[in-house]
């Protein structure tokens, strides 16, 4: 989000998590901390009398140092609360007030922002990109020439899932304008509009087309335009906006996929559109409202945008293939329509429409959900990678409003949870079972040692230090590790950060002389973030490679 299909992190994860499949199980945390109080009116269903102790429980059945959640009703908070703690081991209670990174639930402003400039007539939502940026391309010419505004909120542009995130993801030394050049590197994987896949490059050319419309940047545009009309005081676009002292949750990430610990916040200056923001959920709760009332600002006749500019933020424009749950307790989570809007993914849930999102970043994740027809409104946030337990959170809520009976859903996630655990242990067994113990690398290790170059992603080194072999992606400063012989001329490399999750084979291929001709990697585990987007990379000996 390998994690690449069961991933937490960046929203993606999020539409297949409900649709397809959920993510694995964590141990209990035994610390807590006092929460804030509820909300005193109105009240909340009577099937949410418990929830402090549902919420809790489920806080530790997945692991999760802090949640908060709000909930939203006929334009009225009916909750905003903390739960547990900010950083494990540490005084320091979450609470409403309590700033976590929302992720790819920023994609949902930066749709709106688009929106509202197209009201104001500095753009039009059916605008070729290249209008607006005409240096802008992709690597087919058509695509190039037909691509418009509103496609890229769609995730139907023809690109992979995740492609190019690796120009960002871990945080990478490119410009946001760099990052959108190289897109015409970027190969597609199925033609224009033909086929729904997730990603988030495509929010950076979104990001800079607000900012050649608007002439201010893009967290400039959304402080001034959405967060202040809003009321969103506590809000920022990235963290670098974050002083000493903020009332901010630290992400926590399990090491080696086990050992639960503190990461760094992470700046994702380069795609902010796409991720950046960081909120509260007394904010967020605002936010909801505002979407709930089709746009209307609360207090009088204001807008933040017209009721029409939502509709067409709610409209299916990438219909989405709809998966079996992974285990019998999650039958009730499958939808009969599934898609993607303009920043929002579309389904359906015992018969209510759903207009949702989630994100993921290192550390945290989290889900907002709307119920347009019930004016209902569900934001959890967490400060730890379980997209299970924003799932087994959200459910609660909406069962409880729409009169359904009590499910665990805490035990539900946690059954689905197992199995995923277990298929990602059977791939690495396969793997084992499939590797030639015997076998040496073709070369010696000095020979494997040199620059190569991707033509989107640009140069990695293959180094030697200390007697070993040491892989370092250019500008990308997390991706540094060492590699080892796994079989052949294939090694595993094991990043120097354990929280990335995402060690990779390295496979070397010779020519017929014996030279390397190219070198191509995929993530170990099918728990890896599919962010890692190793198996893109066409890596070739600089000298071999065309320059530039």
């Known amino acids: 989000m390998s994690r690449r299909v069961l991933s937490p992190r960046l929203a993606c994860c999020a539409a297949l998590l409900i649709f397809a499949a959920p993510i694995w199980a964590q141990p209990p945390l035994q610390d807590t901390a006092p929460e804030s109080a509820l909300s005193a009116s109105p009240a909340l269903p009577a099937q949410l009398q418990d ?78 990109v290249i209008d607006h940026l005409p ?40 410009t946001t304008k760099e990052v959108v050049q190289r897109l015409r590197e970027v190969p597609l994987a199925t033609s224009f ?25 893009y967290a400039d545009y959304l402080r001034d335009h ?32 086990k050992d639960l610990k503190p990461v760094p916040p992470m700046a994702w200056v380069n795609n902010p559109g796409a991720g950046g923001i960081y909120a509260s959920v007394h904010d967020l709760a605002k936010w909801m409202n505002v979407q709930l009332a089709g746009g209307k600002l609360p207090g009088g006749d204001a807008r933040l945008f017209k009721e029409d ?46 207009v949702w999102h989630t994100g993921g970043w290192p550390g945290m994740v989290s889900r907002l959900t709307l119920v347009p027809e019930l004016k209902l409104g569900v934001v959890v946030l967490t400060n730890q990678e379980s997209g299970a337990a924003f799932n087994a959170v959200t459910y609660r809520v909406l069962d409880a409003y729409l009169g359904r009976d009590k499910t665990d859903w805490a035990a539900a996630y946690a ?70 012989p796994w079989q052949h001329d294939t090694f595993v490399v094991r990043w120097d950060d354990r929280s990335l999750n995402a060690d990779a084979f390295v496979t070397f291929s010779l020519d017929a002389d014996g030279a390397i001709r190219e070198v191509r990697m995929q ?24 320059e530039g």
Not at 135 to 147: K, N
Not at 201 to 214: G, P
């Open 226 to 257: 959405i967060f202040k009309p809003v009321g969103m005081d506590e809000s920022l676009v990235d963290m670098t906006y974050l002083k000493p002292g903020m009332n901010v949750a630290v992400g926590h990430a399990k090491f080696d996929f």
């Open 309 to 354: 500019s939502q509709k067409q933020m709610w409209s299916m424009l990438t219909p989405m293939k709809i998966g079996e749950p992974s285990v019998p307790e999650l039958a009730a989570t499958k939808p009969n329509f599934a898609g993607y809007g303009e920043g929002w993914f579309l389904s359906d849930y015992r018969g209510q429409r759903l």
């Open 51 to 128: 929830f402090t102790a549902y919420v809790d429980s489920a806080r530790k059945q997945f692991d999760v140092p802090g949640i908060a959640v709000a909930i939203v009703k006929d334009g009225q908070v009916v909750l905003e609360q903390g739960f547990g703690t900010k950083e494990t081991g540490k005084a320091g209670a979450v609470d409403a007030h309590t700033l976590f990174a929302i992720a790819s639930n920023t994609k949902a402003f930066t749709a709106a922002a688009l929106q509202m400039l197209a009201e104001q007539g500095k753009l039009k939502m059916d605008d070729h």
């Open 415 to 484: 059954a689905a949870v197992k199995k995923s655990e277990a298929k990602a242990d059977d791939s690495w067994k396969k793997h084992e079972a499939a590797r030639d113990k015997n076998s040496k690398p073709s070369l010696p290790m000095t020979k494997y040692a040199g620059t190569y170059r991707d033509p989107w992603y640009g140069d990695v080194a293959v180094v030697q230090e200390g007697g070993k072999l040491r892989l370092r992606f250019s500008k990308t400063p997390q991706l540094v590790g060492t590699m080892t």
């Open 523 to 546: 993530p170990i585990s099918p728990l890896t973030d599919f962010s890692f987007d190793f198996q893109d990379l066409r890596l070739a000996p600089v000298k071999n490679a065309k």
């Open 135 to 174: 240096w802008f391309q992709m690597s087919d010419p058509y695509v190039t020439r037909e691509m418009r505004i509103r496609d890229l909120l769609a995730h139907r542009s023809g690109l992979g899932l995740g492609a190019g995130d690796l120009l960002y993801w871990p945080p990478t030394k490119y």
């Open 193 to 217: 509009r033909s086929a729904y896949a997730y990603d988030n490059i495509l929010f950076a050319v979104a990001t800079l087309v607000i900012e050649e419309a608007s002439g201010q940047s």
